[in-house]
């Protein structure tokens, strides 16, 4: 573990680059995707002379034989929570790994959202959920949880999407931004994934963001080698001089990202691509803009 005078170096040193980019670019398109300011749901009531009858609420009205309109209350703050992938495929990169790439988003988004005035929370999981911290405000919070971030152990090494979603959709329950910053690259599109992913979105709003190594799609041609997983460690003996063997292996990568594209637009999720040989501020900086086009619709 480096000492604490190195820690505070390198968090100052994430916390200046982040915030040139969040002045200059991120903040403003962040606001006007995530303003913080709607309506939610408070409680039912009888209905009263006057009341807006747009307001009615049938399904209670016809249990009790009586009118009932719902009541909602001004959503004041915004919970915003970084869920972020541990794992250690996550270490893996070409220019930068992905943890590091991820970690630059994360720290975008938080600053994003403390010029937001939103409550930030952080997720960071593995095979199961190991560090859950509830939102809060101020930038001595968010400096805090950059710095589980960036210095947090591991206790395993896999991924279980699964068991991250399950526990999400259980203790987050006012509504709140998502941000499952993670590879998805042992993330098998299950039923009970997608599931979750559907049962979460109608509560909350999930977004996935992608972070992929363009040579992980490539097995160059040196002879024998040994292919170890990055999660299970698994070693795998093979002739990468073997055209076949890396036609087929492409062929399933790719094959694995068009199954999870196609579920996840399926299910009307965001996805923001990412990738280590280019900027992160680039594609996350579109895809606030095209998402306020769209909200302004």
């Not at 009858?53 to 001004?74: G, H, L, M």
């Not at 594609?283 to 998402?291: E, G, I, V």
């Amino acid at each position: 573990m480096p000492e604490v005078k190195e820690i505070l170096k390198q968090i100052k040193k994430i916390e200046i680059k982040t915030n040139k980019l969040v002045e200059g670019l991120i903040a403003g398109s962040y606001k006007s995707v995530f303003k913080g300011r709607g309506i939610e749901f408070s409680e039912v009531r009888e209905y009263m002379p006057g009341d807006d009858i747009r307001s009615i609420d049938w399904n209670v009205t016809a249990r009790f034989n009586t009118p009932y309109v719902k009541e909602f209350v001004e959503e004041r703050d915004l919970n915003v929570y970084i869920v972020f992938d541990m794992s250690r495929s996550m270490f893996f990169g070409s220019v930068k790994t992905k943890k590091q790439l991820g970690i630059e988003l994360a720290a975008a988004l938080m600053f994003s959202g403390l010029k937001n005035n939103d409550n930030i929370g952080l997720c960071l999981f593995t095979s199961r959920v190991e560090r859950f911290v509830k939102p809060r405000k101020g930038k001595k919070f968010v400096l805090k949880l950059l710095r589980d971030l960036v210095y947090y152990q591991p206790e395993d090494l896999n991924t279980n999407l699964e068991n991250v979603l399950t526990f999400l959709a259980r203790v987050v329950k006012k509504r709140s931004i998502l941000f499952i910053i993670s590879d998805f690259l042992t993330t098998t599109m299950t039923q009970n994934v997608e599931n979750l992913l559907r049962f979460l979105k109608r509560k909350h709003d999930v977004i996935l963001i992608n972070l992929q190594d363009p040579n992980e799609e490539l097995i160059p041609s040196i002879g024998y080698a040994l292919l170890e997983d990055a999660e299970t460690g698994e070693q795998v003996l093979i002739n990468t001089n073997d055209k076949a063997f890396r036609i087929q292996y492409l062929k399933l990568v790719k094959h694995k990202h068009l199954t999870f594209q196609k579920t996840v637009k399926k299910l009307g999720i965001d996805v923001v691509q990412l990738t280590t040989t280019q900027p992160f501020y680039i594609p996350l900086t579109k895809f606030f803009k095209l998402r306020a086009k769209r909200l302004a619709r």
